[in-house]
């Protein structure tokens, strides 16, 4: 890619308060921006609105202003670029790289064979959008995790916009990354399979590929993700000092002792001016 301001991203979903796992990803995500004199950008991943609570935005920001993750710029929603979407659904769709697909879940296999491909679903069929893939090899080198390689057969065709009418994950967040000139991703091992997908989307879209660095996700001792579906509880904001201090060990930083009683802002000059990402290079997972 070429030479530019290196901006980063954190875009939670708007389905509740934030957890540990969440806020782990976040300071992660800003800690890198800072350590690269960076910007560090705020989008919310709102289209999926059936899942989105009411004042889980407020409560996100207010989230990361207490833990003092201060955002660059002005904050984002998806729901904002409605039009941006469909607009480019109607390109793909006259340039006959996408196709109306009436298969339910139930009809569908672990890979999706293809069957509406080749036919010709009227508009007014309830339907979703999915994208004609072939056979190709995507690769990239992602910062933690190494060379990563997937045939795109993996996937099959994907869907870009649901039969609920809802735009896919896969879809927004490559438009949205561009219209935020983000050029640096940093996110949880969980999104690791979905980035092959995203690239060759940026391929066909003729859109440039970020860096990607996909930090280890947060587990219980069961091993399940750290989640709002298993029930991960909010964070505690009534001592931030000790949530910094607790991620940063978790991000494998080996904060000194002493910094656990000092203010949130003095742990966070410390952690960008100490910020050192390999020392998480290849860990999958870390077990709390």
Not at 143 to 156: A, K
Not at 161 to 184: G, M, P, T
Request: charged fraction near 20%.
């Amino acid at each position: 890619m070429p030479t530019s301001l290196y901006t980063g991203r954190f875009a939670p979903s708007p389905t509740g308060h934030l957890h540990l796992g969440s806020v782990y990803t976040a300071l992660a995500s800003f800690l890198e921006a800072r350590i690269h004199n960076g910007l560090w950008k705020i989008r919310f991943d709102d289209l999926d609105t059936p899942r989105n609570v009411e004042n889980a935005t407020v409560s996100i920001l207010r989230t990361l202003e207490t833990l003092g993750l201060h955002w660059d710029g002005t904050v984002d929603y998806q729901s904002q670029h409605l039009d941006d979407y469909h607009a480019v659904l109607a390109d793909l769709m006259a340039q006959k790289q996408i196709y109306r697909c009436q298969c339910s879940r139930k009809d569908l296999t672990n890979i999706y064979a293809k069957t509406c491909r080749n036919l010709n679903i009227p508009a007014e069929t309830l339907h979703s959008l999915r994208l004609k893939t072939d056979e190709r090899q995507i690769a990239f080198d992602d910062e933690l995790q190494g060379h990563i390689s997937h045939n795109l057969t993996q996937h099959s065709d994907f869907i870009l916009k649901r039969k609920d009418n809802i735009i896919a994950y896969q879809f927004a967040v490559v438009l949205d990354d561009e219209r935020q000139s983000i050029n640096h991703i940093v996110r949880g091992m969980d999104l690791l399979n979905e980035t092959p997908k995203q690239i060759y989307l940026q391929h066909v879209l003729n859109l440039p590929t970020p860096n990607y660095l996909h930090v280890p996700i947060i587990t219980d001792f069961t091993g399940h993700k750290l989640s709002k579906q298993t029930l991960a509880t909010a964070v505690d904001l009534t001592e931030p000092n000790r949530v910094l201090f607790q991620l940063l060990e978790w991000l494998k930083q080996t904060p000194q002792p002493e910094l656990q009683n000092a203010k949130a802002d003095e742990i966070l000059t410390w952690a960008i001016s100490n910020w050192n990402v390999a020392r998480l290079k290849g860990l999958k997972k870390i077990v709390v």
